[in-house]
């Protein structure tokens, strides 16, 4: 905090927070990271700043305190914030269940699948006022309001019904910075198309372009930004270089496409384990796996065919959007077969959520809760029968260890945290391997058979002493000893990348122009 402001709790709340909001040509662009960014800057500075979203549409998803659903993206920018996720903050969360459909969730409940069509239409001219209720609530609660929008706010197809993009810079009345990922290419083309596409209101929001992403020398960029600010008279107030090295976990899976050929370059097998996760066609929640990134001995790949497998030390099935359609994948892939034999090889196989009841005998679907098929038998693996219905089961949850196998009984009795968004009721035989408290509820969750386990809860990984009694027995199922000591908690982790990734962001913008463009006084 530099000498000439005060803090956050010094200043008089104004009766509205001020606002910013991050728009982008396109997806990707990294809009939900340098929201998460700002987020972190004002909270360092003092303020009570708090984020939002409009619309999301991810798989990536999070259950609240509370019980309710959001995307992952909001939760990550409340945590830079320093505050406890809150629906309000993603209001309306589309969860893909297919080509053409996706669940929709209204501050955190499920309103059941409709068809893209159907949602574009009346619905989401209908979800408009709970969008304006949540933006002013958190308007009137907060100092700063750090706003984020959806792929790009020139889709003229989609502007009729817009509920995420300009529509809300226009209720809110928020400056906006519009981002463009120069990486990729026809960075300055994306920047003057969108700006020409926008009503002449909407542009005058505009307040300053960011480009994202960028590698080389920035003086051979000058001319460009020289370019952009006499063709369209705003300001470029940040050139944010290219870095991918933050603990920061991500929403959209497109992610995973770099993730193998990035990830532990250059490490062989004697070097690190080898982790293998199913990258399943709805795969769900893969922020669960992060942990495993932020471990210096394990090599962690997604793969969709069987030649990729390979001879892994575990395998991973991770959860699902759409489990009967992933279990279909499993089996027609051929990858459920080489599951099976890796099992009778005795290799750890981990199920998640929709992976374990894939690892069940069958996973019944009666009333189309997911898709349109009614039955497939699982893996069979563990025995256990899984029965979708309507209702969600959406919990923070808490509990211990009480698993005696395996490495369970070197961590058992150990406090875990975790949270669970599942359709599915399952029915098993066996000892649970935690006993867990949820909403005030007790009962046990997760199976075994040998080297096989499967739990429903998300985040599992999370827990410390849990995630390195695995990784210890997995070493030994090597002969070996873990070559690395205990790692850096993951909360600690975190927490350093939030710092890192302001740091980061914050020099390579025009700090002071941001602070005029959204009115923000100095103290």
């Known amino acids: 905090m530099s000498g000439n402001e005060t803090s956050g709790a010094e200043r008089q709340r104004s009766k509205q927070a001020t606002r910013l909001m991050i728009q ?13 960014a700002f987020c972190r800057i004002f909270y360092q500075e003092g303020y009570q700043v708090a984020p939002f979203k409009a619309q999301n549409m991810a798989l990536n998803s999070f259950v609240t305190r509370s019980g309710g659903e959001m995307g992952r993206a909001q939760v990550v920018q409340a945590q830079a914030a320093g505050l406890e996720p809150d629906v309000r903050m993603n209001p309306v ?13 209204i ?45 790009s706010p020139a889709e003229v197809n989609l502007k009729q019904n817009d509920i995420v993009n300009m529509r809300v810079a226009m209720e809110a009345q ?38 994202n992403k960028f590698r080389g020398d920035i003086k051979l960029l000058q001319p460009a930004l020289d370019f952009l600010e006499e063709r369209t008279g705003i ?43 199913i990258r ?30 390979g001879q892994p030390d575990c395998v991973i099935l991770p959860g699902s959007k759409n489990t009967l359609s992933d279990l279909r994948f499993v089996w027609d892939s051929g990858l459920g077969e080489k599951i099976l034999d890796l099992w009778r090889e005795n290799v750890p196989i981990i199920g998640i959520c929709g992976g374990y009841q894939m690892l069940g005998r069958v996973v019944h679907d009666p009333l189309g809760t997911e898709s349109d098929l009614v039955e497939m038998n699982g893996l069979g693996i563990l025995p256990m029968k899984t029965e979708f219905a309507i209702d969600k089961h959406t919990v923070q949850s808490h509990g211990k260890v009480i698993g005696t196998e395996l ?84 909360a600690a982790i975190r927490e350093q990348a939030f710092n890192e990734l302001a740091e980061w962001v914050r020099n390579s913008m025009d700090m002071e122009k941001i602070r005029s463009i959204m009115g923000l006084k100095k103290g």
């Open 24 to 36: 982008g040509t396109s997806s990707n662009v990294g809009k939900s990271v340098l929201a998460a």
């Open 93 to 105: 969360l589309l969860k893909p269940t297919g080509h053409t459909g996706s669940q929709v969730i």
């Open 107 to 151: 501050l955190g409940k499920s309103q059941g699948t409709l068809s893209a069509l159907k949602y574009h239409g009346e619905y989401q001219r209908r979800t408009w006022p709970i969008v304006e209720t949540a933006l002013h609530e958190l308007l009137e609660e907060n100092e700063i309001v750090v706003i984020e929008g959806a792929g």
């Open 407 to 490: 490495f369970f009984q070197r961590c058992q009795g150990t406090e875990i945290t975790g949270y669970e968004i599942h359709m599915g009721s399952s029915q098993g035989e066996g000892e649970p391997l935690f006993a867990i408290e949820a909403q005030g509820e007790t009962y046990g969750d997760g199976l075994l058979v040998g080297s096989a386990f499967g739990t429903y809860l998300h985040g599992i990984f999370d827990n410390d002493p849990l995630r390195t009694a695995l990784l210890e027995w997995l070493w030994e199922k090597r002969g070996a000893q873990r070559p690395v000591g205990k790692t850096l908690s993951q």
């Open 174 to 211: 928020a400056p906006v910075l519009l981002v463009a990922d120069i990486d990729r290419g026809g960075a300055l083309a994306s920047v003057v198309g969108t700006l020409e596409l926008l009503e002449p209101e909407e542009r005058q929001l505009v307040r300053g372009i960011v480009m």
């Open 235 to 277: 300001p470029v107030v940040g050139v944010v270089p290219f870095y991918d090295q933050f603990k920061i976990p991500e929403e959209d899976s497109v992610v995973l496409e770099e993730q193998n050929s990035k990830h532990h370059k250059g490490k062989n097998r004697a070097e690190a384990l080898d982790v293998v996760v």
């Open 280 to 309: 399943l066609p709805y795969l769900s929640n893969f922020t669960d796996f992060d942990p495993f990134e932020d471990e210096p001995d394990i090599n962690l790949r997604y793969v969709r065919e069987v030649a990729e497998v």
